[in-house]
């Protein structure tokens, strides 16, 4: 076991950890960050996505001693004082069903638009690419996404 | 007619802020403590075997381990319309992953750990991976006791055969039908397994405390029905329905494979093991695909007789359906299509039969679409393959034949109102039918393809759904129903229909995902039923409640009750228009009199539905006489494709369809079914493809192997198309449509593909590497 500190939706937390347990568990089951979800844990569905010192990463394949001393987002933390602006827009629009690859979604876009604000619709395809929805045939969230940076 | 205010608006979602925010729970998400314990399921390597030994004492010594279960603990079967299911494997296993015992413990880590010390010894039978093997005369049995197995009273097991359910449909005279016809067209479509994919694993945790209370968590689409399963299968060992309490979070996507009763039955069993602890049963990835339902597979030979202006005459239908080891659920998608195998048409002479056939391959259960995806890929391939064959336009070809109200369907009642029509034209209007399409350069050949769906909601015929509905102190609702938000948008639909009736806006009304202890009755949020039947018990219970609103104003206030209304979450008198009672000054604390006494009291509505007019009751030879559906959902849809002419890949242009919803409760919402549905549908025809080695094991049970469609594989542009012809038993007139929304794809790119290369491909899926293959063939015989 391990101690790691790190900041988790900008709250510096402490956590034991063995060098082999995964991120994502750990922040489900250690720390009680319930956002992140499994639907693979083998990268290929998204779900999982965090926010890694900026970047957008799956939890499934990171280590947690890999996150000693970086910043960790989840959208508990991104709806910490409300709703953001990509988040209004896909709740207007309806843009989620079942929900479940919302959280993992939603990183995604939040880091396109952070490095991004004006994407093409390419761009945002691209962008959400590794995160499988099977409910929505994708376009709802697409569309508001875009409807997103057009207001800006 | 009147004018509605919240029927018919694109409201948002009631659950929508909660799941955007990340505040939405699933099974997986919920809390059970530091006495959580941890099951590890030990699977058979095996697609049909004996089970001779089961020695548990090594993964006993494991630290950490509370106790293993096997088959021996319980022995007892199960299943949903026919108990031809077992918890554990007993005697045998009958698919390559079978559960055949369960490791508990403190940490899942060590439940892994001993599940690998569980010695089993088998001694194989000869395996059986597809259905026309399993009809041959020698094919070994699969389930020897099938005659003993109970079963509802419409199906028609086949003794000593491997075949569970026979649905025989003989309407009019086929033979006279065929010799009538200018044009027979015969020929044999596949289409192959497919998973359900939803993101979220199936989940549960189940605790069987000391008092005997089982209580379930569970990723469900069936609570009522689960505990139902559970109750009936543990009862034996005592429980009762009222011991049992389901308790349904947030399901993160269902598509059919969170329906009835699969791994979570697992969940409650374990859970009387280990007595006063809580015990989590996850899925993964891997087990998702080839231990829950998959879709059935099915070969379909198929022969249609037609006039010279493509009328029918005719249609044989005879359908053998892969339903894997176990049949409980899948053998009524087999007797649903056995009902409606004529597709959307009038077809006075047909003959069909539906075949539900063991094989040694994972159980084949409800899939969105509930077996009309599969035998209309044939359909309306044959259908569009006659009309060019005949110089008859595609769409006119469906119009000549198309069923209308009060035409009979294959089992004889009338057939319900429809905008089939309306959607054909509006479909061929989208598209441009009638103009040709360009290719985008040398490379492509470009295509059109049209086709028409229908299907009905498939449920025992006394299928019912119920409501409670209660106001609070500020006149705020909340609506209590059992039906399950896997998506579809059930929850915000349920509220704009109480919205309606009690004028109370949507922002004031909380409908949430239920426990059987505390909400009424629901059978499953399956069949596209939800909306229209939970929608009819939730109207029902708003009238209830304003009843009783108007009764108490009427009897306290001295106004003819029907002089009042609600409007705006008040009463008003229509002889008094200064009159008005606000519903939050007496909704709960009643009504004041001039003596200071109280009438009233809290306000509770009560709805309930059940289609009186549903029954099976008909001639097993024939079908007919019975009236098992209670109506058909239709619609129509077209595509634009462009062919790769080297690599075979298909590039979908543009997706146009249109569905009769009867009335679009919320119209965002059924968008969204359209656009989510088409895609599930082009996954099924052009990705996805499931592969079983020569043992009966799945080799691509993961999501690099096995593809579904990500944001970079959408169409270029999908219209959906909504069309409102009410049915008449309906909500403001709604019927369902969720399911509808992906049966027409694989057909209408088939045909597509077909108009682009002159290539028709009759075996699902159409992946680029078999486009490719076939072009080389055609170029050689060239
Ligand atoms: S769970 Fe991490 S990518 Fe799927
Ligand atoms: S909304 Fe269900 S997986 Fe995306």
Known sequence: MKKISFTLNGERRQVHVSPNEILLEVLRYKMGVKSPKSGCDSGDCGACTVILDGKAVRSCLIFAVEVDGQEIL?????????????????????????GYCAPGMILSAHELLSNKPHPTEGEIKEAISGNLCRCTGYQPIIDAIKSLTQKR | MEKLHAVGQSAVRVDGKEKVSGAALFTDDLEFGPDLLYAEIVEGPHAHAMITKID????????????????????????LYMKDRFIFAQDRVRF??????????RSPAAAKKAARLVRVSYKPLPKILNPLDAIEGDASLIHPGLKSYEHVPWFFPQPDTNIAHHRKIRKGDVEKGFAEADHVLDDTYEVPRYAHCAIEYHAAVAKYDHSGRLTVWASSQSPHTQRNLFANALAPMGIRHNDVRVIAPHVGGGFGSKAGVTMEILAAAIAT???????????????????TYQRLGVVARLRLGVKKDGRITALHHELYWDAGAYVEYGANVVNAVGLSAIGPYRVENASIDSYCIYTNLPPGGPYRGFGYSEFLFGLESHMERIARHLGIDPVEIRRRNAIKAGDLTAYGAKMNPSGLMQAIDAVAKEIRWDEPVLPGNDEEAVGKGFSLFWKAPA??????????????????????????????????????????????????IRTENPDTDRNPYEWQTVASHVTWGCGNAVKLAAQDARNQVLDLVSRTQ???????????????????????????????????MPDGTFRGGPIMGRGVFMPEYATTKADPETSQGGHPNVHYTVGAAAAIVAVDKKTGKVKVRKIVEAVDCGKAINPDLVRGQITGGILQGISTVLYEEMKFDHRGKMLNPNFTDYKIPTS?????????????????????GARGMGEHTMIPVAPMIANAIDDALGLRIKTMPITAEKICLALLKKNEVR
């Open chain 2, 273 to 291: 093991r280990v007595k006063g602890h809580p015990v989590k049963v996850m899925w993964n990835r891997e087990r998702e695909f080839y231990n």
């Open chain 2, 56 to 79: 548990t004492s090594e993964a006993e010594k494991v630290p950490g381990v509370l106790c293993v279960v096997t088959g021996r603990d319980f022995p007892y079967n199960f299943g």
């Open chain 1, 74 to 98: 989840t959208l508990e933390g991104l709806s910490a004082d409300g709703l953001s602006p990509l988040q209004q827009a896909l709740l207007e629009k309806n843009a989620f069903q079942c």
């Open chain 2, 96 to 105: 390559f992953g079978e559960q055949i015992a369960a490791v508990v413990a």
């Open chain 2, 558 to 592: 001295n106004l003819p009750k029907d002089t009042l209304y609600l409007a705006e979450g008040s009463v008003r008198c229509v002889t008094k228009p200064s009159f008005r009672m606000a519903l939050e000054d007496f909704v709960i604390h009643g009504i004041q």
């Open chain 2, 459 to 508: 449920m025992p015929p006394n299928t019912s759904s119920s409501c409670f509905l209660k106001f609070n102190e500020d006149a705020s609702i909340n609506i209590l129903v059992s039906g399950m938000d896997i998506g579809q948008g059930f929850l915000t639909v349920m509220a704009q229909i109480a919205s309606e009736v009690l004028t109370v806006p949507l922002s004031k």
């Open chain 2, 712 to 732: 970079l594989d959408l169409p270029d542009e999908v219209v959906p198309i909504i069309i409102e012809v009410a049915e008449p038993d309906g909500p403001y």
